[in-house]
């Protein structure tokens, strides 16, 4: 195993490349699935306008719009965009779901949402949370949420080349929102566990670090 550090990623330089050429090397590289704590989030609320940070291939983006959600879904690669525009198709749900393409650390799209949902955004590349967090906050419409959703641990199946990946607390998360405490509500925070079948079939238990902030 080589020494393998953040700062010598390539993709560091240029993320856009990075995620379209990982998409690129696969037909689909996510389950398709909807992610369970988004699921379990949403399947409690009364469907509303939702935006999807780092939508990749649609899997929660169908899901939500299968359900009722309007969908504003964005992502740094197009290559994922397109993917998820096919799949809209197929599961008959394009006309509720627009796509954009953004490096959310250089802009935002415009407006406000019922619910802004971030689902693995962060692996494996770290984004600065700080950055990014605060404008998700700013999308979210008064009675609003904010659902953050981040591997809590690698999994069991990970090679030991993971090891340099510094997994973030709930209260690190949250703390990086930058809330007004007085104009939020905290409404989860801590970890998630959730059984999931790895690579070769096996089955292991994951950790979700999850954070669940309602707008007064
Ligand atoms: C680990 S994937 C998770 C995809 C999806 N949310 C899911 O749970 O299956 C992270 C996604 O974030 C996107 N992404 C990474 N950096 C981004 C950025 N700066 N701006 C917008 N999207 C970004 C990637 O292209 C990728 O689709």
Do not use: C
Not at 15 to 33: H, T
Not at 65 to 92: M, N, P, Q, Y
Not at 157 to 168: C, L, M, Q
Request: proline letters at 8%; a negative charge.
């Amino acid at each position: 195993m080589t020494g393998h550090h953040h700062h010598e990623h390539p993709a560091y330089t240029d993320p856009a490349r990075f995620w379209d050429e990982r998409y690129g090397q696969r037909d689909r590289i996510w389950s398709g699935r909807v992610n369970p704590v988004l699921a379990e989030v949403a399947g409690t609320l009364t469907p509303g306008t939702v935006l999807d940070l780092g939508s990749g291939e649609g899997g929660d983006a169908v899901w939500l719009a299968s359900k009722g959600w309007r969908v504003t879904a964005v992502d740094i690669s197009s290559v994922a965009l397109d993917r998820l525009a096919v799949e809209a198709e197929r599961a008959g749900v394009a006309d509720r779901i627009t796509t954009v393409r953004h490096d959310l650390t250089q802009g935002f799209p415009p407006g406000r949402y019922d619910l802004v949902s971030a689902q693995f955004f962060q692996s494996p590349l770290v984004l600065p949370r700080e950055k990014v967090l605060p404008p998700a906050a700013e999308a979210v419409a008064p009675g609003g949420r904010l659902l953050v959703v981040e591997h809590g641990a690698p999994p069991p199946w990970a090679g030991p080349d993971t090891g340099h990946h510094r997994f973030a607390e709930p209260e690190e998360i949250l703390a990086a929102m930058n809330l007004d405490p007085d104009g939020w509500d905290t409404e989860r925070l801590g970890a998630a566990r959730r059984t999931a079948t790895g690579p070769d079939g096996q089955t292991g238990e994951l950790i979700d670090h999850v954070v669940l902030v309602r707008r007064r």
